[in-house]
């Protein structure tokens, strides 16, 4: 065990310094690359967010501003199924592996072969797993290392497949689909082992992360969001928040009775890891209920920023964004990590663009807390965060009232919060470019009204509670992509879209911005200026992620089509507004006059051979 | 509507529910002939809609309106308008009656195969929907075949005096 983590600590270092770490792996045997071999290949994606830090900015630049007007379709392949497609392939040398919706069939593809599949594996899941997904069957990606593919499966098993012959090497189940509990997350591979959470907020189950073992599988640790010391892992005299010690019992103390056994804080969302640090970063989601008079209290850990040690999970610090949370501002979206000049120093951060409108930003190696910026002036819920050290409210959003679900108790309908429960931004990944300085951020535009209400709990039936309805955000358009400053708060460019934006970002060297639109259409844009340089639509509406890599000495750009996920729920019908009136109901033109069903992988690259 | 007539009709909705395919059938005429706990029924005693000429609905269609939202939204979308995954429900109500629609969300369905994956699950042991099936289908009703238009209803008849009581016991739950 203890030969294994000084091997760790040091492929860590090896990572940080950017060296290839060439030494044989306990895989030598077959030709597979370790993941620190195949990560710092440029031409490779081998993490779900391209690298440790989450940036999503690629190195390649073939494709730049100049040229990329000049973009073709080089070639296309059907998943053959019809549901939200969320995440991104993965390209190990000259494979590509990629992950369906339920029922989760993973493809290898043949880079060299005419995409040819090489092998395909579709796990044998029970049906009943589809409507305890809360909302839409997705996946957001597979995992690769020592030659394994890893994937989550929605019946919130995790199983390894050898990524050369896609036979099951392992696999382990995280828990029972049977409460709620599923699987939807790309699982994040550090060293020898893999990290994966659980989705099920809205079935009312506990959050945790786990440490799988990549050799085996065996669950090495194990920490809930909610719980006591114990279960949650925090070291009632080592772990802070905001530079103080948390003391015992700092999640039970939140909580009203025992309720923090179905207090939700799922953690369906992305992993990064500092190496140097050794810490994993993510983050928690919504308490269970969504009727906040149901549970008092500021219900620690949901909703919360997770900074543990990646060897043995314990926490070393921790920051809650939204205490007793009153809107489904799920704190799961991704950690990115960057050195940033702040008043002329570099400073280690975290910068994490969360649901309730705000961007955060954090030293990631002492949880302080730096910034905390609207990147939605339309944001409504909170006039701002507490940041003078001094006040006992330090870090916490001060709430409007009005727009605070709950304030005035239940079966009341609050109207006109601004963002809706689908956030500024959900699960769709913001991608920082080192060149610029700038984050690019897909957001959605959406506000609501929220009724709260009583509700039962039973064991693998939702447990919600609440009636929303959702409408564009003043202005009537619903998705932004915008280039944002988080330590200024500076939004230096925008594009206002119909409707929200739900695929993820990439940025690359070559100055080019790309991500897609829930019509369909895969869009480069100029990082500096925010200029739509390609527009090209797709088969269906767009939640995935745009990912690159480049085989045979050219650089490709390829992106999941597949509309669905909450984006989806609004398709047939659309959104209406409450506010306009009875009459105007249905004014809003539905998405299903823009795209249909239908998951398809497109593959760009420049004209030429 | 007293505590115990709603907790009757779970029993009754786990019998049905446990593999009782009903046959299709329309709902008949809605017109509400009497009102009991804020809740009208037809003359074959199925639950319905009474909107006033203002646009008020009554209370059961409103109660309705929120449960939908609560525990069917997520699929059936906003308004019971239909999603990507499953049926409109302002068309399906028009082809079947109370007593299929109980058998339906007591039992779920299931129509999965190559081409599809379509899960709708067993509410029978799901209070939120157990407790409010009669309103829910009153309002899905009202959206079918009563011109209730899409959104929030604007206006709607106040609570029957004991409602609150009444819910939080079926649903098990102290306030």
Same mark, same amino acid.
């Given at each position: 065990m203890r030969l294994r983590e000084s091997w760790v600590a040091f492929a860590a270092l090896g990572a940080l310094a950017g060296a290839v770490i060439a030494a044989p792996t306990a895989n030598a045997q077959n030709a597979m690359p370790s993941l620190q071999q195949a990560a710092a290949n440029t031409g490779n994606w081998a993490i779900p967010a391209l690298n440790y830090a989450s940036t999503r900015y690629s190195t390649l630049d073939q494709i730049n501003a100049s040229n990329a007007g000049?973009?073709?379709?080089?070639?296309?392949?059907?998943?053959?199924?019809?549901?939200?497609?969320?995440?991104?392939?993965?390209?190990?040398?000259?494979?590509?592996?990629?992950?369906?919706?339920? &029922?989760?069939?993973?493809?290898?593809?043949?880079?060299?072969?005419?995409?040819?599949?090489?092998?395909?594996?579709? &796990?044998?899941?029970?049906?009943?797993?589809?409507?305890?997904?809360?909302?839409?069957?997705?996946?957001?990606?597979?995992?690769?290392?020592?030659?394994?593919?890893?994937?989550? =499966?929605?019946?919130?098993?995790?199983?390894?497949?050898?990524? =050369?012959?896609g036979k099951v090497d392992w696999s382990t189940p995280l828990g029972s689909y049977k409460v709620g509990a599923t699987g939807t997350d790309a699982p994040l591979v550090v060293g020898d082992k893999v990290f994966a959470g659980v989705s099920g907020g809205e079935f009312g189950?506990?959050?945790?992360?786990?440490?799988?073992?990549?050799?085996?599988?065996?669950?090495?640790?194990?920490?809930?969001?909610?719980?006591?010391?114990?279960?949650?892992?925090?070291?009632?005299?080592?772990?802070?928040?905001?530079?103080?010690?948390?003391?015992?019992?700092?999640?039970?103390?939140?909580?009203?009775?025992?309720?923090?056994k179905i207090g939700g804080g799922d953690t369906w969302g992305w992993y990064s890891y500092d190496p140097k640090l050794n810490l994993l970063y993510y983050g928690s989601g919504n308490p269970s209920t969504w009727n906040p008079v149901q549970r008092p209290g500021d219900n620690k850990w949901s909703m919360t920023i997770f900074a543990r040690d990646a060897d043995t999970g314990v926490a070393k610090w921790v920051y809650?964004?939204? &205490?007793?949370?009153?809107?489904?501002?799920? #704190?799961?979206?991704?950690?990115?990590?960057?050195?940033?000049?702040?008043?002329?120093?570099q400073v280690p951060v975290l910068v994490h663009f969360d649901r309730n409108g705000l961007a955060y930003v954090l030293n990631r190696a002492t949880g302080a807390l730096i910034a905390a910026n609207k990147y939605d002036s339309d944001v409504n819920w909170t006039t701002g965060v507490d940041m003078d050290p001094s006040s006992p409210n330090y870090?916490?959003?001060?709430?409007?009232?009005?727009?605070? &679900? #709950?304030?005035?108790? %239940?079966?009341?309908? !609050?109207? #006109?919060?601004?963002?809706?429960?689908?956030?500024?931004?959900?699960?769709?990944?913001?991608?920082?470019?080192?060149?610029?300085?700038?984050?690019?951020?897909?957001?959605?535009?959406?506000?609501?009204?929220?009724?709260? !209400?009583?509700?039962? !709990?039973?064991?693998?039936?939702? !447990?919600? #509670? %609440?009636?929303?309805?959702?409408?564009?955000?003043?202005?009537?358009?619903?998705?932004?992509?915008?280039?944002?400053?988080?330590?200024?708060?500076?939004?230096?460019?925008?594009?206002?879209?119909?409707?929200?934006?739900?695929?993820?970002?990439?940025?690359?060297?070559?100055?080019?911005?790309f991500y897609g639109t829930l019509k369909g259409y895969l869009r480069a844009v100029d990082a500096k200026t925010g200029k739509i340089l390609y527009n090209f639509k797709t088969p269906s509406g767009i939640i995935g992620n745009v990912m690159t890599y480049m085989h045979g000495g050219k650089q490709y750009i390829a992106v999941l089509s597949g509309v669905g996920g909450w984006a989806g729920i609004g398709l047939a019908a659309g959104l209406t507004d409450p506010h306009a009136g009875l009459g105007a109901v249905g004014g809003y033109a539905a998405l299903k006059n823009y795209t249909a069903l239908g998951g398809q992988l497109t593959v760009f690259a420049l004209p030429g051979s | 509507m007293t505590v115990t007539s709603r907790l009757v009709l779970i029993a009754f909705a786990l019998a049905l529910g446990c593999g009782v395919a009903a046959l299709a059938a329309a709902p008949g005429n809605p017109t509400p002939v009497k009102e009991s706990g804020g809740i009208w029924t037809d003359k074959d005693g199925a639950?319905?809609?009474?909107?006033?000429?203002?646009?008020?609905?009554?209370?059961?269609?409103?109660v309705g309106f929120l449960r939908y939202n609560d525990a069917c939204l997520r699929c059936h979308g906003p308004d019971g308008a239909g999603s990507s995954y499953a049926p409109d429900l302002t068309q399906a109500l028009k082809g079947i009656d109370y007593a299929q629609f109980i058998a339906f969300v007591a039992g779920g369905i299931q129509a999965v195969n190559t081409a599809q994956q379509l899960v709708m699950p067993s509410f029978a042991t799901d209070k939120n929907v157990m407790c409010f099936i009669q309103e829910i289908y009153a309002y899905l009703r009202a959206r079918a075949t009563g011109g209730l238009g899409r959104g929030r209803p604007p206006k709607h008849a106040p609570a029957p005096k004991g409602f609150d009581e009444a819910s939080y016991k079926c649903l098990g739950i102290q306030m």
């Amino acid at each position: 065990m203890r030969l294994r983590e000084s091997w760790v600590a040091f492929a860590a270092l090896g990572a940080l310094a950017g060296a290839v770490i060439a030494a044989p792996t306990a895989n030598a045997q077959n030709a597979m690359p370790s993941l620190q071999q195949a990560a710092a290949n440029t031409g490779n994606w081998a993490i779900p967010a391209l690298n440790y830090a989450s940036t999503r900015y690629s190195t390649l630049d073939q494709i730049n501003a100049s040229n990329a007007g000049q973009l073709q379709v080089a070639w296309t392949f059907s998943t053959g199924v019809l549901r939200g497609h969320e995440g991104q392939p993965l390209v190990i040398g000259d494979v590509m592996y990629l992950v369906t919706p339920f &029922p989760n069939t993973v493809y290898a593809l043949d880079l060299n072969n005419n995409e040819r599949i090489i092998w395909q594996y579709t &796990p044998t899941q029970n049906p009943e797993v589809i409507p305890v997904m809360c909302c839409d069957t997705v996946n957001r990606g597979v995992a690769y290392g020592d030659g394994k593919i890893i994937l989550h =499966q929605a019946d919130n098993t995790v199983v390894a497949l050898d990524a =050369q012959t896609g036979k099951v090497d392992w696999s382990t189940p995280l828990g029972s689909y049977k409460v709620g509990a599923t699987g939807t997350d790309a699982p994040l591979v550090v060293g020898d082992k893999v990290f994966a959470g659980v989705s099920g907020g809205e079935f009312g189950v506990n959050g945790f992360i786990a440490a799988l073992s990549l050799a085996d599988g065996h669950i090495i640790w194990k920490a809930n969001s909610e719980g006591p010391d114990s279960m949650i892992k925090f070291d009632p005299n080592t772990t802070t928040s905001l530079g103080k010690v948390v003391g015992a019992d700092s999640s039970l103390k939140t909580w009203k009775g025992d309720q923090w056994k179905i207090g939700g804080g799922d953690t369906w969302g992305w992993y990064s890891y500092d190496p140097k640090l050794n810490l994993l970063y993510y983050g928690s989601g919504n308490p269970s209920t969504w009727n906040p008079v149901q549970r008092p209290g500021d219900n620690k850990w949901s909703m919360t920023i997770f900074a543990r040690d990646a060897d043995t999970g314990v926490a070393k610090w921790v920051y809650q964004m939204t &205490p007793h949370d009153q809107w489904d501002y799920d #704190g799961i979206n991704e950690m990115i990590l960057a050195d940033l000049t702040i008043n002329g120093q570099q400073v280690p951060v975290l910068v994490h663009f969360d649901r309730n409108g705000l961007a955060y930003v954090l030293n990631r190696a002492t949880g302080a807390l730096i910034a905390a910026n609207k990147y939605d002036s339309d944001v409504n819920w909170t006039t701002g965060v507490d940041m003078d050290p001094s006040s006992p409210n330090y870090g916490r959003p001060s709430v409007v009232a009005q727009y605070a &679900p #709950g304030s005035r108790g %239940a079966n009341v309908n !609050y109207q #006109g919060i601004c963002p809706a429960a689908l956030g500024s931004k959900d699960e769709q990944p913001a991608a920082f470019d080192p060149q610029t300085g700038l984050f690019y951020v897909p957001t959605n535009h959406v506000c609501m009204d929220y009724e709260p !209400y009583p509700v039962a !709990y039973t064991a693998g039936q939702p !447990y919600v #509670g %609440a009636t929303l309805s959702m409408f564009p955000g003043p202005g009537g358009y619903m998705g932004r992509f915008i280039a944002f400053d988080p330590v200024t708060g500076k939004t230096v460019w925008a594009i206002n879209d119909q409707f929200s934006d739900w695929g993820g970002a990439l940025t690359t060297a070559g100055g080019v911005v790309f991500y897609g639109t829930l019509k369909g259409y895969l869009r480069a844009v100029d990082a500096k200026t925010g200029k739509i340089l390609y527009n090209f639509k797709t088969p269906s509406g767009i939640i995935g992620n745009v990912m690159t890599y480049m085989h045979g000495g050219k650089q490709y750009i390829a992106v999941l089509s597949g509309v669905g996920g909450w984006a989806g729920i609004g398709l047939a019908a659309g959104l209406t507004d409450p506010h306009a009136g009875l009459g105007a109901v249905g004014g809003y033109a539905a998405l299903k006059n823009y795209t249909a069903l239908g998951g398809q992988l497109t593959v760009f690259a420049l004209p030429g051979s | 509507m007293t505590v115990t007539s709603r907790l009757v009709l779970i029993a009754f909705a786990l019998a049905l529910g446990c593999g009782v395919a009903a046959l299709a059938a329309a709902p008949g005429n809605p017109t509400p002939v009497k009102e009991s706990g804020g809740i009208w029924t037809d003359k074959d005693g199925a639950p319905t809609f009474n909107i006033a000429k203002d646009g008020s609905v009554d209370w059961g269609t409103f109660v309705g309106f929120l449960r939908y939202n609560d525990a069917c939204l997520r699929c059936h979308g906003p308004d019971g308008a239909g999603s990507s995954y499953a049926p409109d429900l302002t068309q399906a109500l028009k082809g079947i009656d109370y007593a299929q629609f109980i058998a339906f969300v007591a039992g779920g369905i299931q129509a999965v195969n190559t081409a599809q994956q379509l899960v709708m699950p067993s509410f029978a042991t799901d209070k939120n929907v157990m407790c409010f099936i009669q309103e829910i289908y009153a309002y899905l009703r009202a959206r079918a075949t009563g011109g209730l238009g899409r959104g929030r209803p604007p206006k709607h008849a106040p609570a029957p005096k004991g409602f609150d009581e009444a819910s939080y016991k079926c649903l098990g739950i102290q306030m």
